[in-house]
């Protein structure tokens, strides 16, 4: 079965931009999907497809994908954005999860 | 706007299963294709399965085939997963969310989530 790859953990001064990569060959077919997760909630998409964000994602979370890579990338990062990012992706009828990235706001 | 809500925490002993509830507001359930996705503790997300519309029935992850059964009722617009022969690794939340798409771009997501249950199972 197709496996996403995901860092662990990155961190990101307030105020700058930080990107998230998945990686997997499912990629190549399929657009990732993004989910934030904070402590102790459910998890909130927050980008799917080429580039689309769900009404209420403030527009500094953007999405783009090359080959086998999708990104999310937080541009102007604030305090609330520090939660666990996990990516998704479809392989063939079946979906899978990386395993998530832990983004610090220092 | 669709809203889903869970039923609440459970206490399992090994051997014994477990049926989470799914209470589906704002649509009928048969308009939506619902997934369970379960989270063991400090642990990442794990797609377990849910109704596929493309292929016209519910698929579940191989690594709960034969032990997981999702169902739905239509009077009640509300959705089921039960899960059989539960060990300590079964230890987790699961959530409930609604499965979206646009499979002639290569788009799939999952939004809402329900707010999850706890089901430990311990001895």
């Known amino acids: 079965s197709s496996e996403l790859t995901q860092d662990p953990a990155v961190s990101v001064a307030l105020g700058q931009t930080v990107r998230i990569t998945c990686q997997g060959d499912s990629l190549r077919s399929y657009y990732a999907s993004w989910y934030q997760q904070k402590p102790g909630q459910a998890p909130v998409l927050v980008m799917y497809g080429k580039n689309n964000r769900p009404s209420g994602i403030p527009d500094r979370f953007s999405g783009s994908s090359s080959g086998n890579t999708a990104s999310l990338t937080i541009t102007g990062a604030q305090a609330e954005d520090e939660a666990v990012y996990y990516c998704n992706s479809r392989d063939s009828s079946l979906y899978v999860f990386a395993t998530g990235t832990k983004v610090t706001v220092l | 706007q669709v809203q889903l809500v869970q039923s609440g925490a459970e206490v399992k002993k090994p051997g014994a299963s477990v049926k989470v509830t799914c209470k589906v507001s704002g649509y009928i359930v048969t308009e939506l294709s619902i997934h369970w996705v379960r989270q063991a503790p400090g642990k990442g997300l794990e797609w377990m399965g849910g109704y596929d519309p493309e292929e016209g029935e519910t698929i579940y992850a191989q690594k709960f085939q034969g032990r997981v059964t999702m169902t739905e009722d239509t009077s009640t617009d509300t959705v089921y997963m039960e899960l059989s022969s539960l060990t300590s690794e079964d230890t987790a939340v699961y959530y409930c969310?609604?499965?979206?798409?646009?499979?002639?771009?290569?788009?799939?997501?999952?939004?809402?989530w329900g707010q999850g249950t706890l089901v430990t199972v311990s001895s």
């Open positions: 969310t609604k499965w979206g798409a646009i499979p002639t771009v290569g788009t799939w997501w999952f939004d809402p």
